[in-house]
């Protein structure tokens, strides 16, 4: 049975797609850009802070389905620039103490011109 994630702590959708989809037990979550839930405005113009509000962003879809970031068992990350992995290391590190499996990949360009964007699944249970 698939199940919609679905909440208002968390960014909406910007086109057609979901926050996320919830299948036997494990949740895909779609990429988290750096903004606001409140406004959907970019937040924060360094790595830095718009690597905290992806955190945070990502933390609500988590906390939407019961689980925290020791649940997520694989992230992928999207940077604008190489040149900023180990800023945005530092802040992915303080959250992600479990040491999901990754990739991070450098990309010409992210949605709104921003940094970064993270996308995980995680085991949210049944």
Not at 66 to 73: I, L, N, Q
């Amino acid at each position: 049975m698939l199940k919609y994630v679905e909440t208002k702590n968390a960014p909406a959708a910007i086109g057609p797609y979901s926050q996320g989809m919830v299948v036997n037990g494990i949740a895909f979550f779609s990429g988290q850009i750096p903004l606001s839930p409140e406004t959907g405005e970019v937040v924060g113009s360094t790595i830095q802070e718009q690597t905290e509000q992806v955190m945070k962003n990502i933390k609500a879809l988590l906390e939407s389905q019961g689980a925290e970031f020791k649940d997520v068992v694989k992230t992928t990350c999207f940077l604008a620039d190489m040149g900023d992995f180990g800023a945005f290391n530092e802040i992915y590190a303080k959250y992600f103490v479990g040491k999901p499996a990754r990739s991070c990949v450098a990309v010409k360009d992210l949605p709104k011109g921003v940094l970064c964007e993270v996308e995980t699944i995680a085991y949210v249970g049944e």
